[in-house]
Every structure is written in structure tokens, then in C-alpha cells.
């Protein structure tokens, strides 16, 4: 049980810093929000998150 949860951890931090190496800050917000809102079980949240998210990846395309 350990090792999962070290693996999770370590997969965690991993996403954290590759979208705040990409996307910055407001990368990080954005999924910072979607797991505030996904662990609260709080729609408004988790989907404020998505939509920073969205927006910064679709940003160029717009």
C-alpha cells in the first residue's frame, strides 16, 4: 500500500510541474481548482478548473 501511494505522489508532482513549466502559474491554479473540486465533490469547482484549463490549452487555437 505504501509504494501505490509514493507512485501516486510521485505522478502527482510530476503532472503539478510539467503544467507549471507549460502553462505557468495559472496552469497550476487551474489544477489546483480541478482537485479542490473533484476531492469536495464540488461541481462549481472542479469545472471552474476545467475551464482554466481548457482555455489555456486552446488559447493559440483561438
Do not use: D
Not at 491554479?29 to 476545467?50: E, H, R, Y
Amino acid at each position: 500500500m505504501p509504494v501505490i501511494a509514493l507512485l501516486a505522489a510521485v505522478f502527482v508532482v510530476g503532472v503539478e510541474q510539467t503544467v507549471k513549466w507549460k502553462y505557468g502559474a495559472i496552469g497550476v491554479v487551474g489544477v489546483l481548482l480541478l482537485t479542490i473540486g473533484i476531492k469536495a465533490k464540488n461541481p462549481t469547482v472542479s469545472s471552474l478548473g476545467a475551464v482554466v484549463l481548457a482555455l489555456l490549452v486552446a488559447g493559440p487555437a483561438l
